[in-house]
Each structure stands twice: as C-alpha cells, then as structure tokens.
C-alpha cells in the first residue's frame, strides 16, 4: 500500500493542523495505522496509534490530550487533529502501517509515506 501524508504548514504556537493520511488500497481498513515524527537531527518517534476499527488508541505523553487520532475506512484515510501546538511539535510526521507485533516500535511498521512538514513558531 502506498500512503500520501498532507496537511502540514507552518503555524503559530497554540494554533491546529489537521494531518491526512490517504491510503492507496482498501486493504487500509484490515491494518492498525500510528503517525510518528521526525525532527531535525532527532530520530523517529511514535506520536499516535489507532486499531482497524478506530476502537482503540495509544498517545505519547507528549501529545496525550492535545492531539486527536482517527481514521475513516470508507475513505481509506487516516487523520491526526493536532492542536495547541507547541514549538516543539515543530517535525516531519509520518504516517505508516502496523504490520508487526510491537505498536510503539517503528519497526513494525512499514508503508512509510513521504512525510509531512509540521512547524510551529513562537
């Protein structure tokens, strides 16, 4: 499967950004799904996970009650509502595809799109 993140763009801190994540297959809604960012000069991180079926999700603490995951399987598109953002926020986010056991490694996901530049200034 092929996934295209969008959304990104430069806003002020305590602002919001909506991400989507368009899956190219319908095989999309068989697959628990998670976004990650990357910084500058920082490795990969895991910001959100969510089940096939929307039932269930994980948040890093970073972004626990401020970020919003969610996914439409009839439009095979995965999103992430971000707000009161931070500087700090400030990464390219990934979205991506679980196809392994551990939902907070990124190595059991695969599918990377190409990423989606989030930045918050101050």
């Known amino acids: 499967v092929q996934l295209q993140a969008s959304g990104g763009g430069l806003v002020q801190a305590g602002g919001s950004l909506r991400l989507s994540c368009a899956a190219s297959e319908a095989t999309f809604s068989n697959f628990d799904m998670g976004w990650f960012r990357q910084a500058a000069g920082k490795e990969r991180e895991l910001v959100a996970t969510i089940t096939w079926s929307g039932g269930s999700t994980h948040y890093a603490d970073s972004v626990k009650g401020r970020f919003t995951i969610s996914r439409d399987n009839a439009k095979n598109t995965l999103y992430l509502q971000m707000n009161s953002l931070k500087p700090e926020d400030t990464a390219v986010y990934y979205c991506?595809?679980?196809?392994?056991?551990?939902?907070?490694?990124?190595?059991?996901?695969?599918?990377w799109g190409q990423g989606t530049q989030v930045t918050v200034s101050s």
């Open positions: 991506a595809r679980r196809v392994g056991s551990t939902y907070y490694s990124k190595r059991s996901y695969d599918s």
